[in-house]
Nanobody, 128 residues
């Protein structure tokens, strides 16, 4: 059974940085999974903030303006999200997700409906 466990969430001031981690376990070929980070502010819908395929190609929504960077270490079965220049609107619970890589996965990689497995989330709070 595949499990995703996020960590690294914290309370920071605006302008600060955080790095989230997501450890994948229970999958024979973790490197073959397509992975993504989502966030869900309280009372709002879940949205994709970064995705990465098995070839380490990354995808982001334009709204983030290059502040977030996703990466993966296949040897450690770990996904990362580096978040810089944080703003209060980044406050949310951040989730790691995994999916089977399909030829057209990238077209909807930032859509929550694409995710097949979810972690429990880690809270990020940014104060002004």
């Amino acid at each position: 059974q595949v499990q995703l466990v996020e960590s690294g969430g914290d309370s920071v001031q605006a302008g600060g940085s955080l790095r989230l981690s997501c450890v994948v376990s229970g999958h024979t070929h973790t490197a073959e999974l397509c992975m993504a980070w989502f966030r869900q502010p309280r009372g709002k819908e879940r949205e994709g903030v970064a995705a990465i395929d098995r070839d380490h190609r990354a995808f982001y929504p334009d709204s983030l303006e290059g502040r977030f960077t996703v990466s993966r270490d296949s040897g450690k079965n770990t996904l990362y999200l580096q978040m810089n220049k944080l703003i209060p609107d980044d406050t949310a619970k951040y989730y790691c997700a995994a999916a089977t890589c399909t030829p057209r996965w990238w077209q909807s990689s930032l859509s929550p409906s694409t995710a097949e497995i979810w972690g429990q989330g880690t809270q990020v709070t940014v104060s002004s």
